[in-house]
């Protein structure tokens, strides 16, 4: 295994594109040959509008992320404007709660923004991909305070080199998929640099000890945490203080069968444990109940489309306090609703 930091580094960036890219191949057409789509449900545009891209405040250039609060209103990451939208519970627009529009470095600017979370007290966290950094923005702040990454990008403890998604448990603890360096870190509130709690430094592959190319992320009450390694079509489960991760969705092969991912993203996990993966390159979402070997589809066809039951490259899922599910609909440029299953 070589370490990625010593490939040249358009060697570096060329095998990360082409391993990113072949997520794409599985559910791009229709075909008699491909996922069963019976059953399928309808859902709702509760934000965005199909097929509509602009930088009006109804409308979304690249939906990539979303989260919600604990009163119900969504937060959306707009890669395009560089800004997150908050949306009020039935508001036909957002507001701009972070960004400016406006591609920068500066504490009221992002750069192609990833993930976010929005904590108990309504502080928002933003993994500032193209700024290889993590904000925090206070509620109602016009400027954001960088939190994880202040050195740019790199593979040190204090550097990210593309952050991808974020998570804050109860306790303040950050946590930060940084997908080029393939590992997750943890960042305790106030520390200057993290310490990795997925995947192994400077390393990337397809055994449970490493990552290659980790996206989303979730945690839950007991410090385990969940990640999707895109790479390698699948979500593993990293317990405290392990040396590797345990298997969790996917069977590491890329498909489109129920017990297969195609260049997993976005995930979320409830209190039972299920898990909930955005299977972007299959245009749908999957939900995972603890032990099993196979998912059930619970949005989307299996098909790209911009139906009320198609999704076009969902690049992230979250639930409710009453199980229903939100889905960032990149490609067709809208959150989607559907209901609890």
Partial sequence: MIPLKQLPILTRLLILAIISSQMLCVGCKKSSSGPNTSGSVAGKVIAGMTAVSGSALNEFGSPVKICLDASGNLYVADATYNRITKWAPGSGQGVVVAGNDTAGSNLNELNSPRGIFVDTHNNLFIADMGNNRVVEWAAGASTGTVVAGENGEGDSLDQLYSPNAVYVDGQGDLYVSDSY?????????????????????????????????????????????????????????????????????????????????????????????????????????????????????????????????????????????????????????????????
């Fill in 181 to 341: 360096n393939s590992r997750v870190l943890e960042y305790s509130p106030g520390a200057s640099q993290g310490v990795i709690v997925a995947g192994i430094q400077d390393e990337f592959g397809g055994q449970l000890t490493v990552l290659n190319i980790c996206r989303g992320i979730s945690v839950n009450t007991s410090g385990d945490v969940y990640v999707s390694d895109q790479g390698n079509n699948r979500v593993v489960e990293w317990a405290p203080g392990a040396s590797k991760g345990t298997l969790v969705a996917g069977n590491q092969t890329q498909g489109s069968a129920l017990n297969e991912l195609n260049g997993p993203t976005g995930l979320f996990v409830d209190g039972q444990g299920n898990i909930y993966v955005a299977d972007v390159g299959n245009n749908r979402i999957v939900k995972w109940a603890p032990g099993a070997s196979q998912g059930v589809m619970v949005a989307g066809t299996g098909y790209l489309g911009s139906d009320l039951n198609e999704l076009d490259y969902p690049n992230d899922v979250c639930l409710d306090a009453n199980g229903n599910i939100y889905v960032a609909d990149t490609n067709n440029n809208r959150v989607m609703e559907f209901p609890a299953q």
